[in-house]
């Protein structure tokens, strides 16, 4: 970890460099990875040749549509030998795992170098809000693994607690009382629940950081109201490290000078304000490299500059991944961002899951409080149908508990079939 600290400088000057010098940055550090890529992984040697093109024909940012997409599948299918470069293995890199949301989980290796300036790079958003060092820090971590990197950490005066229910875990945190939390947003939302419903008091963090999943509106108001202080919301993957960060003008900056991020609808780029999925290239990770990397989320691109001042490009909407929805009939999709607000604003109800188990059926399984009446039930149905459309029918189902595989990050909606989703 300190060894971030060596290329935090670069790190902080680059988030200012003008879009054009930005650009000049990628296209050289592209070129270095795909050449690298191409000669050193199987996996991308035969995507090039699938696709009749070799390192030789990408040298502008414009030229990287012309490599394939690549899955986490198709990764997961050839891991180790297809995608780690020679010379690398778990032995010698830091190593990851993705979340695995959708139940499929994968290693990721880091070389040294790449790791300490990604490190570096994710670190500076802290510096730009103000957390140095010696500020108390605690992390709610959603997994043991995190638990123990966040434990192992230099900062001495960082803290993980484990995810636990928000009773309970609002008494930890009350218990450190950090200077900066971090966290899933759900996660707060659901500890400012237990603070007010219990009056707690004692929880006084002066920033509180969110992302590992979106904030649905209301959400960041709430937990700001009820600790009395502002959210930071950042966006990053395990893939990755950090892929974007909210400056304090409210804009979503990319980490350009990591990540090549993309906005792809059918095949295209999507013009700025268009949603499309976001597509990712590491531009330094040369133990594992990930070049058109479909990470899942949707988003929108932005080509408006922040007042900030810095060239980083901005994500103008960030709405999630793009598994977390219904599929409807007719193939149109309803993003959990359109249901899983009308549930948190529900009364009377602990937790909640959407279970579809066909195109035209949706369960909703609610843990109930007493406040959950008969009428309540009756008007969030009522609601839930106007978001869904009449082409499918909801159960409302009451339940004791919701299962939970506390290794991997919630999935609020579960699809039980096999649907195409663009
Ligand atoms: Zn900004």
């Not at 592209?30 to 199987?42: D, I, K, P």
């Not at 133990?287 to 103008?316: H, Q, T, W």
Request: charged fraction near 25%; charge should be neutral.
């Amino acid at each position: 970890m300190w060894k971030a600290f060596y290329y935090l400088p670069s790190a902080y000057k680059n988030q200012f460099l003008s879009p054009k010098s930005l650009k000049t940055l990628q296209e050289k550090r592209l070129r270095y990875m795909v050449n690298h890529a191409y000669r050193n992984t199987s996996l991308y040697r035969s995507k090039f040749e699938a696709a009749g093109i070799t390192p030789s024909d990408i040298a502008t940012l414009e030229d990287i549509t012309k490599i394939p997409l690549v899955t986490k599948e198709e990764i997961k299918a050839v891991f180790p030998d297809g995608i780690i470069a020679p010379g690398f293995s778990e032995s010698n890199c830091k190593v990851e795992t993705t979340s695995g949301t959708s139940g499929s989980i994968l290693k990721i290796l880091f070389n040294d170098e790449a790791w300490n300036r990604l490190k570096a790079i994710a670190l500076r958003n802290y510096f730009a809000h103000g957390i140095r060092p010696w500020h108390k820090f605690c992390i709610v971590c959603s997994s043991p693994g995190e638990y123990e990197s966040v434990s192992s950490s230099p900062f001495s005066r960082t803290v993980g607690v484990l995810e636990k229910n928000s009773e309970p875990l609002a008494e930890d945190i009350r218990r450190v009382n950090p200077y900066v939390l971090g966290g899933h947003p759900s996660t707060f939302f659901g500890v400012c629940r237990a603070i007010e419903r219990n009056d707690i008091t004692g929880i006084t963090p002066r920033i509180v950081l969110i992302g590992g999943e979106v904030a649905y509106p209301g959400w960041r108001d709430y937990i700001e109201k009820i600790l009395k202080t502002h959210t930071i919301n950042k966006y990053g993957a395990a893939e990755m490290n950090s892929v974007a960060w909210e400056c304090d003008h409210g804009s979503m900056h990319i980490d350009a000078d990591s990540v090549i991020v993309e906005f792809v609808k059918e095949g295209e780029q999507v013009a700025p304000g268009e949603r499309g999925e976001i597509v990712v290239t590491n531009l330094w990770n040369v133990a594992m490299p990930f070049i058109r990397y479909r990470l899942g989320d949707l988003a929108a691109p932005s080509d408006e500059p922040c007042c900030c001042g810095r060239g980083l490009p901005v994500i103008k909407e960030l709405e999630g991944r793009l598994d977390d929805v219904v599929v409807l009939p007719s193939g149109g999709l309803i993003p959990c961002t359109r249901m899983c607000p009308l549930l948190h604003n529900t009364p009377g109800i602990a937790e909640f899951g959407i279970i579809q188990d066909n195109p035209s059926h949706v369960v909703i399984r609610i843990v109930p409080r007493d406040e959950f009446t008969e009428d309540v039930e009756n008007t969030l149905h009522d609601k839930m149908q106007n978001v869904l459309g009449s082409s499918v029918t909801i159960d409302i189902k009451r339940v004791d508990h919701i299962n939970r595989d506390k290794k991997i990050k919630f999935k609020r909606i579960q699809r039980t079939f096999e649907a195409h989703v663009p």
